[in-house]
């Protein structure tokens, strides 16, 4: 049995005819599948499980296709209701039947297309009120529907009973309490899904909004009260006419904006609704990790949280990652063993006149050698191609195996349990009235969260910032301040053993340059930051397997990413080295490397290969840092350095794409100047007050 | 490559959505395996052979209790 398409050439010809004709005044009939399937609208907010509902209600065979006119995917699939074939419809979460984007708006024109349908309000059972104002909508909609409270399991968590037998009553449609997580009363939807009802609440909107409902519906004949109200709060998406004049009077008349006052007054019946089925004050338990959640989004005890979670981030990378499995990756394995196999074979099949440098008995990549010409300078060439001081293999794979590779792994198991934990969410809210200072939103926080993944990505998603100005002081911040997940690994594993003040010194530089810059940054760009609205999902345990999949997806990732890109990086400091020129830029950036920031001469290695991949600049260092050559203070010039350095060759491709050469050009040479400035403030700022860190 | 045909929920949002596409201007978008959230714009990887093996697994496992 083949489930039906929403591009299916019979099904496209009804909803093109409907969409120019009927769409505001008429629910058409409903188109049908091929094999005669009534459909089964899946409808609600977002994060109520719906699409998890979805998958228990329908069998494998999934057809996802885009709704018509539009980049929104619609879920469908056949399923048996009480013996009855159904084709069930995943809809896109909807806040509002008056739409605010285009994924409310397919949702709302699904519910009028599709007359006839079954339709399932899911609901959050945590969260009634939010569902009863959907469900309000439905009713004046006259949209028969089925109302399942789902995630009955959390409610139960947090103590929470609703009586859904005295709820059904006092709506007037049949009520089903579901956890589709747990596959709770999974049939008994099935059975009652396929006997909607049409509701019975009605909401008094007050004199002057009753009048209006009744005008509109008297030039729009047939249009529903949920109609004609949209159209009075100001949805054109009916193309109604005329109505301009008729909002104004109402809004004059009720002294507030329709949609307000619309609102206020759902609010209300839901309220009215609820007090009879909530339980009493003080019934409600709070659990612990509900106040943990409240907790985290409170704008003072959430920066606790926040230093709580830099804290053991720094821990769990720094010391488990960076300090154990470092050590014994890179020196157990690579140094005692890889590497020493890898030169043996390297002497043996490239001959040529030389001896390794031996360490604690070990044969290092530096080594001694007379003249060397002919092929034996072939011989020597490839030699060191693969296993000299800048080789593939005691190089590139070094660093992106041994010294990368665990401190990355670590910093994705820790991010992982952020992210399934529910704690980001909090983190944006909580950070939204810091970031309205600087003319953003916590929104724009997302993209920046997302700079933990890739900066280059993240710069794209700048697109869903909503002001021009906002993208703009975004792209800076995020080129400027926000390290790359690898990246911060690897600075979490340099600053464990520089103890805590260097720690403070680092994210305090970073910080202030983020506030400092996008405060200007939001003064000097024109514009409004727009509003502020993102799901909280509660604070939840992580689950390990979840976890594991995240991090054997991103460390193949990583591996897939990296190595190469730290190939391609030694390759170019081989060449460079291999041409004498490595000694020449050391020393042409030496008033800047040595002069400037106090640094060894050998750290404007990392800051070429920097550009390449902001990790590999990072490895660099603390590869250097390890080996003894960088002292507390100038691992913590150096790590403030790379934090701010220029972007990454793949970041700055995506900065000219976004927002074009000249100003791609100019936040990279802003952004090179500023971050040796600061590096070398610092160092004068450390000089001036003798603080030797590490001590 | 990513599956175009899987769903995916976003860890930030917690929507979920079905496929993805790494934005072809960048430089390294071939082969990439980043997922971006329609909703939110968050971006995570979750593909790739060892989380197919692993998820197989998994829904193995599940089918046989």
């Given at each position: 049995m083949n489930p039906m398409t929403m591009n299916d050439p019979l099904l496209a010809h009804d909803l093109v005819e409907t969409d120019s004709q009927h769409l505001g005044c008429h629910r058409a009939a409903a188109p049908v599948a091929g094999n005669g399937a009534r459909k089964l609208l899946l409808v609600g907010n977002p994060n109520v499980g719906k699409s998890l509902l979805f998958t228990r209600l329908t069998k494998r065979y999934v057809t996802v296709s885009n709704y018509p006119g539009t980049t929104v995917e619609i879920t469908s699939a056949e399923a048996l209701f009480d013996g009855e074939l159904r084709e069930v419809i995943d809809t896109p979460g909807a806040h509002d039947l008056m739409p605010l984007s285009e994924e409310e708006r397919v949702t709302r024109d699904l519910l009028l297309r599709d007359e006839g349908a079954d339709v399932v309000l899911v609901g959050d059972m945590s969260n009634v009120r939010r569902t009863l104002l959907l469900a309000i909508q439905l009713i004046e909609y006259d949209v028969p529907f089925v109302l399942c409270l789902n995630m009955a399991d959390e409610a139960r968590e947090h103590a929470l009973e609703i009586d859904t037998g005295a709820l059904a009553t006092r709506i007037g449609v049949r009520v089903v309490a579901t956890s589709a997580l747990r596959r709770w009363n999974i049939e008994r939807l099935k059975r009652e899904a396929i006997r909607p009802a049409p509701g019975n609440i009605f909401v008094d909107y007050g004199p002057a909004i009753e009048a209006g409902i009744a005008r509109i519906r008297d030039v729009q004949r047939g249009a529903s009260r949920g109609m004609a109200l949209s159209i009075l709060a100001g949805d054109d998406t009916f193309h109604p006419a005329g109505v301009a004049a008729l909002r104004r009077d109402v809004e004059q008349q009720i002294g507030q904006p329709i949609g307000y006052a619309i609102a206020r007054a759902r609010y209300a019946a839901a309220e009215a609704i609820l007090n009879k089925e909530a339980p009493e004050p003080g019934a409600l338990r709070l659990s612990f990790r509900d106040w943990i959640g409240r907790v985290a989004m409170h704008r003072v005890a959430g920066l606790f949280v926040v230093a709580a979670v830099l804290y053991i981030a720094w821990l769990f990378v720094g010391k488990l990652g960076a300090g154990i499995l470092v050590d014994f990756l890179q020196t157990e394995v690579f140094e005692r063993r890889f590497n020493v196999l890898a030169i043996r074979l390297a002497d043996f099949l490239f001959r040529f006149n030389h001896h390794h440098v031996i360490d604690e008995g070990i044969a290092t990549a530096s080594y001694t050698a007379g003249s060397v010409g002919g092929i034996a300078a072939l011989a020597r060439f490839t030699h060191d191609l693969l296993v000299g001081p800048y080789g593939v293999i005691t190089m590139a794979l070094t660093y992106a195996i041994a010294i990368v590779l665990p401190v990355v792994i670590t910093f994705f198991i820790f991010f992982g349990l952020l992210e399934d934990s529910g704690y980001l969410p909090r983190l944006a809210v909580m950070l939204h009235r810091t970031f309205r200072r600087m003319g953003l939103n916590g929104k724009a926080v997302l993209p920046m969260?997302?700079?933990?993944?890739?900066?280059?990505?993240?710069?794209?998603?700048?697109?869903?910032?909503?002001?021009?100005?906002?993208?703009?002081?975004?792209?800076?911040?995020?080129?400027?301040?926000?390290?790359?997940?690898?990246?911060?690994?690897?600075?979490?594993?340099?600053?464990?053993?520089?103890?805590?003040?260097?720690?403070?010194?680092?994210?305090?530089?970073?910080?202030?340059?983020?506030?400092?810059?996008?405060?200007?940054?939001?003064?000097?760009?024109?514009?409004?930051?727009?509003?502020?609205?993102?799901?909280?999902?509660?604070?939840?345990?992580?689950?390990?397997?979840?976890?594991?999949?995240?991090?054997?997806?991103?460390?193949?990732?990583?591996?897939?990413?990296?190595?190469?890109?730290?190939?391609?990086?030694?390759?170019?400091?081989?060449?460079?080295?291999?041409?004498?020129?490595?000694?020449?830029?050391?020393?042409?950036?030496?008033?800047?490397?040595?002069?400037?920031?106090?640094?060894?001469?050998?750290?404007?290695?990392?800051?070429?290969?920097?550009?390449?991949?902001?990790?590999?600049?990072?490895?660099?260092?603390?590869?250097?840092?390890?080996?003894?050559?960088?002292?507390?203070?100038?691992?913590?010039?150096?790590?403030?350095?790379?934090?701010?350095?220029?972007?990454?060759?793949?970041?700055?491709?995506?900065?000219?794409?976004?927002?074009?050469?000249?100003?791609?050009?100019?936040?990279?040479?802003?952004?090179?100047?500023?971050?040796?400035?600061?590096?070398?403030?610092?160092?004068?700022?450390?000089?001036?007050?003798?603080?030797?860190?590490?001590? | 490559m990513i599956d175009n045909d899987r769903r995916f929920d976003c860890p930030l949002c917690g929507i979920d959505f079905t496929g993805a596409a790494c934005h072809a201007s960048c430089p390294f978008a071939r082969g990439c395996a980043m997922v971006r959230c329609p909703a939110c714009g968050y971006e995570f990887v979750e593909d790739g052979w060892t989380t197919r093996v692993l998820l197989w697994l998994h829904e193995r496992k599940k089918e046989n209790t």
């Open positions: 969260v997302l700079g933990l993944g890739c900066d280059t990505m993240a710069t794209f998603t700048t697109r869903i910032l909503e002001t021009k100005k906002e993208r703009v002081i975004v792209t800076i911040l995020l080129a400027l301040g926000v390290p790359c997940s690898a990246q911060l690994g690897v600075i979490f594993a340099m600053l464990a053993p520089l103890g805590w003040e260097a720690s403070a010194i680092w994210l305090g530089v970073t910080l202030s340059t983020i506030f400092i810059v996008g405060f200007l940054a939001s003064k000097l760009v024109d514009g409004e930051a727009a509003d502020f609205i993102l799901e909280i999902p509660p604070i939840r345990t992580p689950k390990l397997s979840n976890i594991l999949i995240k991090v054997s997806a991103r460390t193949e990732w990583y591996l897939k990413e990296a190595v190469p890109l730290f190939v391609v990086g030694t390759l170019v400091l081989y060449l460079l080295e291999a041409a004498h020129l490595l000694g020449r830029l050391q020393s042409a950036l030496a008033p800047l490397v040595v002069g400037g920031l106090g640094l060894p001469a050998e750290a404007a290695n990392a800051f070429v290969v920097g550009f390449l991949r902001r990790d590999y600049g990072a490895a660099g260092l603390y590869a250097m840092q390890r080996a003894g050559s960088l002292s507390p203070n100038q691992a913590v010039i150096a790590l403030t350095v790379i934090t701010l350095f220029i972007p990454c060759i793949a970041n700055f491709f995506v900065i000219v794409k976004e927002r074009g050469a000249r100003a791609g050009v100019a936040i990279a040479v802003f952004i090179l100047v500023y971050s040796l400035a600061i590096g070398g403030l610092l160092r004068v700022v450390l000089d001036l007050f003798s603080v030797r860190l590490g001590e | -």
